[in-house]
């Protein structure tokens, strides 16, 4: 009876596995957990365990042999092959003598290589019932006791279809694992096994080495006693499965041996640096690896995701903030880096002719995603440490094309100025960020460079992707900018530079002017007469010592801080005050604010000041719409101080807040209302009515500057803030957390 059960709400009818250690038994447990098939029969070359599978639960009946089923199986059901791949064969003989063609048989094997020749070598080509699989979801655990029917929720599955492979069959189990929470790609078999082999096998070639080496040696007693965090991290894998990875290495050797031999290359040159104290090659290895680990985390938070660090962190889940209601908000603050000018800074520093040193560069997500992309492009780049950094420039014309799109994560910033100096290379790029950059327009900036003569496409919408075909022959434009924007004028200006002849951009408003100065600073011919900006390209520019203000825009939540919160005084040291991004301060002192600059110089061309800030009871203004690009990043924040004032403050002339990371408009309106502020949006702004900030959940809706703005608002607020999807603070402020408990504000970060 069984045998014939209809397939009715459910993908499959029989699934049936072959091979019950920690994968199978964990599809085993998965499968009855989601419900996706009638009966789930199990097999193993031990029988014992299968019957401990079908006492414990885990699979529904159990086989000692697959000709007792064999005769029954058709379309509906599925063979999962789960055994060590060097049992494979065998396994998969059986299964062509038994099976009828029509059912579906897949695997979980680490080598997909060798499964596909197996597979064709045995059907004499290769079988369209076959779906060649493997799930990146191991664990060094082992066997059925391990079992765990989440173990392939948020974990990637690779299949490795053949040209031969049935599209049904395919599609069965594609939706097979996406019912466990996975999600499915489909690679080329050779790249599959190449990838492996660097970023799985060679990592535990390395581990068990490791261990091996230091468990050979007499005082092993000694040095296992006192291994600490460290040792535990890098050589957790080394307590894996010695027959798996035996099978692994034998049947992936050659694509292993090539990972092997590049690694031996780079230790050994390690190795060298720290023999000869070479003091700079090691901070180069260093922290050349430390910025790609936090940068491509980013890109694929999923690889990490559910997976904990040593110190109890984990990397790249979002995070929410609690934030208990009080602060006394009296400290002096360091603020990290200017964000436009560190992002600048390599850009310039990367195209210019000699070294360019940078200190006070900001360590945060998005400079470290224009970072990466220079390294893409072959530039060498020491640091950062401390927030040094040292370029080497590759001169103008010196960029390497990337071998893969650059991926420039949330920055809005790398993607339109980066494609302003790429339209001028020789070489075609594409350009591609998360989801909230992925949703920003691109067209402002493919408009005029398309003008220029640039070839560059959005996607039809105008947004990323952003792909370029770089080419010589840039043409001088005179541009008048159809909305206020740094970027926009920044693009241009990095184009320009490509273009023999004159170019000009006219403002309808000011705009932070960092490219301008920059760019001056390292020799380029570039002149403002008020609102147009001049520039001669096609000139070497010359490297330089670059020094970075602390952000303004990152000091502004520090400084709405202290201008709500009554006995407050706040000391924020170098700031940067150029009068293009001073808006806040304005703003804020027309609400009554009491800010005073006490002590002023310049970094080169960029004028900084100590900023002192006391409480002084705010008034709702109408804020001046000439203020509105000189603060556009401020907004969140201002935002509270207006919640925090006496009566009405009123912004109009900002639309340009919607395409920010997000609707800040939205994003503000809704969740000062659910902390019970009256607010008022409108398409270019909003209406404020100050009164008392209660509590309650708010989402960030993953936009940095949101997130922090609501965070500070909690020093005003009369019960806990909780603020959700935070993650993205670590873009442009990365010490945040920190300095709000210097300023006595009860934040806790908390995994979502
Ligand atoms: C920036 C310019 C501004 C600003 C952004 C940084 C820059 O964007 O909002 O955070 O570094 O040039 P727009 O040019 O889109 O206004």
């Known amino acids: 009876m069984r045998d014939e059960l209809p397939v009715k709400d459910v993908l499959i009818n029989r699934l049936v596995i072959i091979g019950l250690g920690l994968i199978g038994a964990s599809v085993a447990l998965a499968a009855k957990k989601k419900k996706i098939c009638h009966e789930v029969i199990g097999l193993n070359r031990q029988f014992s365990i299968v019957i401990a599978a079908k006492n414990?639960?885990?699979?529904?009946?159990a086989v000692e042999d697959l000709c007792e089923i064999s005769l029954n199986l058709n379309k509906n059901d599925l063979i999962l092959i789960c055994v060590p791949t060097l049992e494979f064969e065998s396994v998969l003989r059986e299964c062509q003598r038994l099976l009828r063609d029509c059912v579906t048989i897949s695997d979980v094997c680490s080598v997909k290589g060798y499964t596909v020749e197996t597979a064709k070598a045995l059907y004499d080509c290769n079988p369209s019932q076959y779906v060649p699989g493997h799930p990146i979801a191991g664990s060094e655990k082992s066997g059925l006791g391990a079992a765990d029917p989440e173990l392939f929720a948020?974990?990637?599955?690779?299949?490795?279809?053949?040209?031969?492979?049935?599209?049904?069959?395919?599609?069965?189990?594609?939706?097979?694992?996406?019912?466990?929470?996975a999600s499915v790609c489909c690679m080329d078999t050779s790249r599959h096994d190449e990838i492996l082999a660097s970023t799985s096998h060679l990592p535990h070639m390395l581990a068990y080495s490791l261990v091996g080496t230091l468990a050979s040696r007499a005082d092993h007693q000694d040095i296992f006693r006192f291994a600490a965090g460290g040792f535990k991290d890098f050589t957790r894998i080394a307590a894996s499965d010695p027959r798996m990875w035996r099978d692994i290495a034998l049947t992936n050797r050659r694509a292993i041996v090539n990972a092997l031999d590049c690694s031996l290359t780079d230790l050994h040159a390690l190795?060298?640096?720290?023999?000869?104290?070479?003091?700079?090659?090691?901070?180069?290895?260093?922290?050349?690896?430390?910025?790609?680990?936090?940068?491509?985390?980013?890109?694929?938070?999923?690889?990490?995701?559910?997976?904990?660090?040593?110190?109890?962190?984990?990397?790249?889940?979002?995070?929410?903030?609690?934030?208990?209601?009080?602060?006394?908000?009296?400290?002096?603050?360091?603020?990290?880096?200017?964000?436009?000018?560190?992002?600048?800074?390599?850009?310039?520093?990367?195209?210019?002719?000699?070294?360019?040193?940078?200190?006070?560069?900001?360590?945060?997500?998005?400079?470290?995603?224009?970072?990466?992309?220079?390294?893409?492009?072959?530039?060498?780049?020491?640091?950062?440490?401390?927030?040094?950094?040292?370029?080497?420039?590759?001169?103008?014309?010196?960029?390497?094309?990337?071998?893969?799109?650059?991926?420039?994560?949330?920055?809005?910033t790398s993607m339109r100025l980066l494609s302003g100096l790429l339209v001028g290379q020789d070489f075609e790029v594409e350009l591609v960020g998360d989801a909230s950059l992925s949703k920003r327009p691109m067209n402002r900036?493919?408009?005029?460079?398309?003008?220029?003569?640039?070839?560059?496409?959005?996607?039809?919408?105008?947004?990323?992707?952003?792909?370029?075909?770089?080419?010589?022959?840039?043409?001088?434009?005179?541009?008048?900018?159809?909305?206020?924007?740094?970027?926009?004028?920044?693009?241009?200006?990095?184009?320009?530079?490509?273009?023999?002849?004159?170019?000009?951009?006219?403002?309808?408003?000011?705009?932070?002017?960092?490219?301008?100065?920059?760019?001056?600073?390292?020799?380029?011919?570039?002149?403002?007469?008020?609102?147009?900006?001049?520039?001669?390209?096609?000139?070497k520019l010359i490297g330089k010592c670059i020094e970075i203000p602390s952000d303004i825009s990152s000091a502004a939540f520090f400084m709405v801080a202290a201008a709500i919160t009554p006995g407050s005084s706040v000391l924020l040291r170098n700031i940067g005050v150029n009068p293009t991004r001073v808006g806040v301060v304005n703003i804020l002192r027309m609400m009554g604010a009491d800010i005073k600059f006490l002590y002023t110089s310049n970094y080169g061309k960029e004028p900084v000041a100590d900023i002192q800030i006391k409480y002084r009871s705010l008034v709702g203004i109408d804020i001046p719409e000439d203020q509105v690009a000189l603060a556009i990043d401020e907004f969140p924040v201002i935002f509270v101080a207006a919640a925090c004032a006496t009566g009405t403050t009123r912004l109009t002339g900002a639309a340009e807040l919607r395409v920010k990371e997000s609707d800040r408009i939205k994003a503000m309106s809704d969740g000062l209302k659910i902390l019970g502020i009256e607010v008022f949006p409108a398409t270019d702004g909003l209406t404020i009515i100050g009164g008392a900030i209660g509590g309650g959940e708010v989402d960030s809706l993953g936009d940095h500057r949101i997130a922090m703005a609501f965070s500070i608002a909690a020093l005003r607020a009369e019960s806990e803030i909780c603020v959700l999807n935070c993650k993205n603070v670590a873009t442009s402020f990365p010490t945040f957390v920190q300095l709000s408990s210097e300023i006595g504000l009860d934040l806790v970060a908390e995994s979502q």
Not at 154 to 180: A, M
Not at 450 to 472: H, N, Y
Not at 498 to 525: Q, W
Request: overall charge neutral; proline content about 5%; hydrophobic content about 35%.
């Open 56 to 61: 414990s639960g885990v699979i529904d009946r």
């Open 445 to 539: 900036i493919a408009t005029p460079l398309k003008r220029m003569g640039a070839c560059i496409e959005t996607l039809a919408d105008g947004f990323p992707p952003v792909k370029i075909q770089g080419s010589g022959n840039l043409k001088s434009i005179d541009y008048d900018m159809p909305m206020a924007s740094a970027q926009v004028k920044s693009s241009i200006l990095l184009a320009s530079l490509y273009v023999n002849g004159e170019c000009s951009v006219t403002e309808p408003a000011p705009t932070r002017d960092h490219t301008e100065r920059m760019l001056k600073e390292f020799g380029c011919d570039v002149t403002t007469e008020k609102s147009k900006i001049v520039i001669r390209g096609d000139k």
């Open 154 to 181: 948020n974990h990637l599955v690779i299949l490795t279809p053949t040209l031969k492979t049935g599209s049904k069959n395919l599609e069965l189990v594609k939706r097979f694992w996406e019912e466990f929470g």
């Open 271 to 412: 190795r060298n640096a720290v023999d000869s104290c070479d003091s700079n090659t090691l901070m180069e290895i260093f922290t050349k690896a430390q910025s790609a680990r936090k940068h491509l985390i980013g890109i694929h938070p999923n690889v990490f995701k559910n997976r904990g660090n040593s110190d109890g962190s984990k990397d790249s889940c979002e995070i929410k903030y609690l934030i208990r209601p009080g602060g006394h908000c009296c400290a002096e603050l360091r603020i990290p880096g200017d964000k436009s000018i560190s992002h600048r800074s390599l850009m310039i520093g990367a195209i210019a002719t000699g070294l360019t040193s940078v200190a006070g560069f900001l360590e945060g997500e998005d400079t470290l995603a224009t970072l990466q992309a220079f390294r893409d492009m072959g530039v060498v780049i020491e640091g950062p440490s401390e927030g040094k950094l040292l370029i080497y420039g590759a001169g103008l014309n010196g960029l390497q094309k990337p071998l893969q799109p650059l991926y420039l994560g949330n920055s809005g």
